[in-house]
């Protein structure tokens, strides 16, 4: 099964500020890379397709990079309503696979 | 507007089953591949089975094979998930989740499943 790893369980940060999550796969996946967003007591809502990609009405301070094996998810400046978790997933093979998660908390 | 609705849920005794279902609405249920994914408590997300558009595949994470069942009626805009043998592992909010080939694009809002004696 693909490994994907989040390196960090949570993040602090402040209404403005930049911030990146990463996300690494245990071997290639190409661009079989997605983001989702997952608020307490909600079901998770996908962000970002294919690694690169935004869904329709997914504000723009959303991005997304990477291909291979190292990902990345960058909220330009941060919202109120963006503290939240961030999952990636791998949609590569079966079993799909998520990271653990993100905690994306107000500092 | 995309729906997804599950029911089904509940408490149930180790070793016991449960068949959960969900009601699509809002696109058309047969062109898509459909999931089910699970969340235990205060844990992160697992996928648990997809079937595809026909029920031509269908897949199982190794944790569930053997012991829960996916199926789909697409004259009924239906998805289910049959459990059988269910463990205290399988507690969790499972949600059913349109794919749309490489993400998963709509989710259900989820039912709670609680394997306890």
């Known amino acids: 099964d693909i490994q994907m790893t989040q390196s960090r369980s949570s993040l602090s940060a402040s209404v403005g500020d930049r911030v990146t999550i990463t996300c690494r796969a245990s071997q290639t996946i190409s661009m079989y890379l997605n983001w989702y967003q997952q608020k307490p007591g909600k079901a998770p809502k996908l962000l970002i397709y294919?690694?690169?990609n935004l869904l329709s009405g997914v504000p723009s301070r959303f991005s997304g990079s990477g291909s291979g094996t190292d990902f990345t998810l960058t909220i330009s400046s941060l919202l109120p309503e963006d503290f939240a978790t961030y999952y990636c997933q791998q949609s590569y093979t079966v079993p799909y696979t998520f990271g653990q998660g993100t905690k994306l908390e107000i500092k | 507007e995309v729906r997804l609705v599950e029911s089904g849920g509940g408490l149930v005794k180790p070793g016991g089953s449960l068949r959960l279902s969900c009601a699509a609405s809002?696109?058309?249920?047969?062109?898509?591949?459909m999931n089910w994914v699970r969340q235990a408590p205060g844990k992160g997300l697992e996928w648990v089975s997809s079937i595809s558009s026909g029920s031509t595949y269908i897949h199982y994470a190794d944790s569930v094979k053997g012991r829960f069942t996916i199926s789909r009626d697409d004259a009924n805009n239906s998805l289910y998930l049959q459990m059988n043998s269910l463990r205290a592992e399988d507690t969790a909010v499972y949600y059913c989740v349109r794919d749309r080939s490489f993400e998963f694009d709509f989710w259900g809002q989820g039912t709670l499943i609680t394997v306890s004696s």
């Open positions: 809002g696109f058309t249920f047969r062109d898509y591949i």
């Open positions: 294919s690694a690169s």
